[in-house]
């Protein structure tokens, strides 16, 4: 720990590291501020005022979803109605939004390529519960949101063949994240009078 500290504190790369690691925070509290109220209109003023380009692609990562055809139409908007150097600094935000915007959906793009490839992958295999339970560590949101539309689609189509395989994913799935029979254990000690 102390050898991390140091790390940090006293190479380009740590500093760096902390650096991003400030960033992400101060746009996390940036958006919480902002709360329930937050639409595109806040949205776009917060991207604005933001102090640097860590925190501007720290909150594209956190707001991504928010950044549709209809935030760029206002930002478009915004930026016919200005001039001079405002209207640079809102053009330079835009290309920035649109270059941070297409880098996160390619990366989706390429994790929902892996994950629906590991999924084939376990799908093939001769024992689909011993594929699954050896790749349980490559299981992320992702792979999930793979395995449910795999699931919805398989439902959809009746598939037969495709859907008992499915379930021994899901099976193999709920039993590892299930608490150990130990923990029911303590948790009904602790529950007793």
Same mark, same amino acid.
């Given at each position: 720990?102390? *050898?991390?500290?140091?790390?940090?504190?006293?190479?380009?790369?740590?500093?760096?590291?902390?650096?991003?690691?400030?960033? *992400?925070?101060?746009?996390?509290?940036?958006?919480? #501020? #902002?709360?329930?109220?937050?639409?595109?209109? !806040? $949205?776009?003023?917060?991207?604005?005022?933001? &102090?640097?380009?860590?925190?501007?692609?720290?909150?594209?990562?956190?707001?991504?979803?928010?950044?549709?055809?209809?935030?760029?139409?206002?930002?478009?908007?915004?930026?016919? !109605?200005?001039?001079?150097?405002?209207?640079?600094?809102?053009?330079?935000?835009?290309?920035?939004?649109?270059?941070?915007?297409?880098?996160?959906?390619?990366?989706?793009?390429?994790?929902?390529?892996?994950?629906?490839?590991? $999924?084939?992958?376990?799908?093939?295999?001769?024992? *689909?519960? !011993?594929?699954?339970?050896?790749?349980?560590?490559?299981?992320?949101?992702?792979?999930?949101?793979?395995?449910?539309?795999?699931?919805?689609?398989?439902?959809?189509?009746?598939?037969?063949?495709?859907? &008992?395989?499915?379930?021994?994913?899901?099976?193999?799935?709920?039993?590892?994240?299930?608490? &150990?029979?130990?923990?029911?254990?303590?948790?009904?000690?602790?529950?007793? !009078?």
């Amino acid at each position: 720990e102390e *050898i991390q500290k140091q790390l940090l504190a006293e190479t380009e790369y740590g500093r760096n590291i902390a650096f991003q690691n400030h960033e *992400i925070q101060e746009a996390v509290k940036t958006l919480q #501020a #902002a709360g329930k109220g937050l639409d595109r209109e !806040k $949205l776009l003023q917060i991207l604005i005022d933001a &102090p640097n380009e860590s925190r501007l692609g720290a909150l594209v990562s956190l707001t991504r979803p928010g950044l549709d055809y209809i935030f760029f139409q206002s930002l478009t908007e915004r930026i016919e !109605k200005a001039g001079g150097e405002e209207k640079k600094k809102l053009e330079a935000l835009r290309t920035a939004l649109l270059d941070m915007t297409r880098r996160i959906d390619q990366r989706m793009e390429e994790e929902v390529k892996r994950a629906n490839e590991l $999924l084939e992958n376990i799908l093939k295999a001769e024992d *689909i519960q !011993k594929a699954t339970t050896d790749n349980l560590a490559q299981f992320g949101e992702v792979f999930v949101q793979v395995l449910n539309q795999a699931l919805q689609d398989a439902n959809q189509k009746n598939d037969a063949e495709r859907m &008992p395989k499915l379930q021994q994913v899901v099976n193999v799935l709920q039993q590892a994240s299930a608490p &150990p029979p130990e923990l029911d254990l303590l948790n009904e000690l602790l529950d007793t !009078k």
